[in-house]
């Protein structure tokens, strides 16, 4: 019905080759670009600062965790270390005067330089051992940042961000962080959806299926193991320098616990292993969801004059979490990405049923 | 250096480290029968503690009644997690198990502070606060009885797989279709593996509950029931008593003497240090088995 695929036919490989094939997907990607672009004249400066924002920013997180899990099959507990590497970099690198632009990529740098490190466990081991390997690592990080007063500024410090410029604009308001947000994330989502189209995507793919088997049709895992982690690691830097400079304007240790990685993973399988569109919708579920609760849980105590515990009230996001990755690993293990695709499919060829692929 | 501070250290050290291979005993219990790593441990491990909590404290059973029940329990939870939701995963990758265990301990992490309330509990079993002295040596009791039970569990369990039902969950380990083919119930093995672990659960979370209150942090001991696991071999009991010792008292000691050089802390890291350390020197642990690929 909307997906018109009837009477497209492509007759040359660079049009069979488009990342959208349909014209209906080239107007709906272009419809939410324009929306996207045109959100902070429309949406109240509030809603833009407390939800499209952070929605950007950790759909971005939520790409660069996929690209990994998804891409190339290994398994990382501890993003959020690696965020937080790239925030108090890059809030460092920006007090000691370095300009915005450099400094974004060099917290890209640094969070893939240590990254690797990570990724060393991911020669040795697998699966499991890789999850556990990780999750210790995020520990450790936390321990050093913690424990060193000149990254973590001492104990229970805060490190305020300095005012920055990115190519020449000040970026000040909610509305300039924004587009800086959008701008990075416009970036990672490009290069996310076409890195599958690239001999590195392949590789990847080949290391995720059975990496010895890989091995043995000579894609290097050493090789390509250490890149998966290395450019996911640099995504989540960028990331935690957007974190900081965009949304928190400061960086705590706090931020970036286990709680953290918990929630890009639960936005991963929510939103579905290795897509692109999931990240979007998994991020925003992760980051709705515990409002939306607490909206009906509110609602309902007023309705029916329950009286909720604020027990209740404060557990209910972890609850939401963990019902949301058992719940969709269990009933939709390609998560929300696979739900929309079912329902694209339907209608791409609506009403012929017998034509779905 | 003070040899009775020392002694001290490295006595409650291990006794502490036997109660947490109270919760690695879990894991590499369902580890051992069906190769799924169970992350829930941890928050069994809590649940364990609430549920004796409940029936001693708000339901006015007295603590001998109590711990058997919560036992029960928890032996039937651990059947019922893998009945409704681990077999479901049958054939699926492997990440996908971890995450669902995972989520499975956010759960209950949150589902169960919220709903017995997240203030911590305390759990009186009757043992003395008062400390053991052994010579100059100072022992607190709640960690002897801890480390006691521990070593009744894990020698338990090292005889059961001597026993029939326990050559058979070896069996099951090494080749579920074989196994299939000779006439084992392949299913109720593995789901008696998550019962056997729910009852190591029990056991630590009334133990860890009686020594710190029962509140969420219990869920944390899954990192160093990990390193314990890790460091011993993912499927192997014995490894569990022996990783516990070290663990415990590397923790101890780090505690004792590095946290007054860097401030604080250390006692955490060390669990993150050796399941590092072990996984680049010797992935498989100390007593664990090889796992060797073929294409």
Known sequence: MFYRAAGIRHTRYESDRRLWRLPFDRWLVGAVVLLLLIAPFVVNSLYLGTYMLPWLVWATATLGLNLLMGGAGQVHLGYGAVMAIGAYGSVHLARAGLPFELVLLAAGFLSATIGVVFGAAALRVKGLYLAISTLAMQYLVDFVIVHVPAISGGTQATLQVPKITFFGMRVVSDVDNYYLALFVCALVTLFMLNVRRTSLGRALAAVREKDYAAEIIGVSTFRYKLLAFWVSSFIGGVVGCLFAFCYYKAVTPEQFHLELSIQLLAAVIVGGLGSVLGSFFGAALILLAPVILNNVIGAASRAFSLNVSADIAAHAPLMLYGALIVGFLLFEPLGLAKIYNNVRNYFVVWPFRHARK | ?295
């Open chain 2, 1 to 295: 250096m003070d040899f009775n501070y020392f002694g001290e250290l490295t006595i409650n050290g291990a006794l502490v480290g036997l109660m947490y291979a109270l919760v690695a005993l879990g894991i590499v219990l369902v580890y051992k029968a069906s190769r799924y790593a169970n992350l829930a441990q941890g928050a069994f491990a809590m649940v364990g503690g609430y549920t004796c909590v409940f029936f001693s404290a708000s339901a006015g059973l007295p603590i001998w009644l109590a711990i058997p029940l919560t036992v029960l329990l928890l032996y039937g939870a651990g059947v019922l997690v893998e009945r409704l939701v681990l077999r479901r995963m049958i054939g699926q990758p492997i990440i996908m198990v971890i995450m669902l265990t995972l989520g499975l301990e956010i759960l209950l992490r949150g589902l169960v502070p919220g709903l017995f309330g997240s203030a911590v509990k305390r759990l009186d079993l009757g043992i003395a606060q008062a400390p053991l002295f052994l010579g100059e040596i100072l022992i607190n009791r709640g960690f002897l009885m801890g480390g006691i039970v521990a070593l009744v569990l894990i020698a338990a369990a090292i005889l059961f797989f001597n026993s029939r039902l326990g050559v058979t969950m070896r069996a099951v380990s090494d080749d579920q279709i074989a196994s299939w083919s000779v006439g084992i119930r392949v299913e109720r093995v593995i789901a008696m593996a998550w019962g056997m672990a729910g009852i190591a659960a029990a056991a630590a979370g009334i133990l860890w509950g009686s020594v710190q209150g029962v509140d969420w942090t219990l869920s944390l001991l899954l990192l160093k029931a990990l390193a314990i696991a890790i460091l011993g071999g993912l499927d192997s009991v014995p490894g569990v008593l022996v990783a516990g010792l070290i663990i415990g008292i590397c923790e101890a000691l780090a505690a004792g003497y590095l946290d007054k050089l860097v401030g604080g802390g250390t006692r955490d890291v060390v669990a993150s240090v050796i399941i590092l350390a072990t996984v680049l020197i010797r992935p498989h642990g100390l007593f664990g088995r090889e796992h060797i690929e073929r294409v």
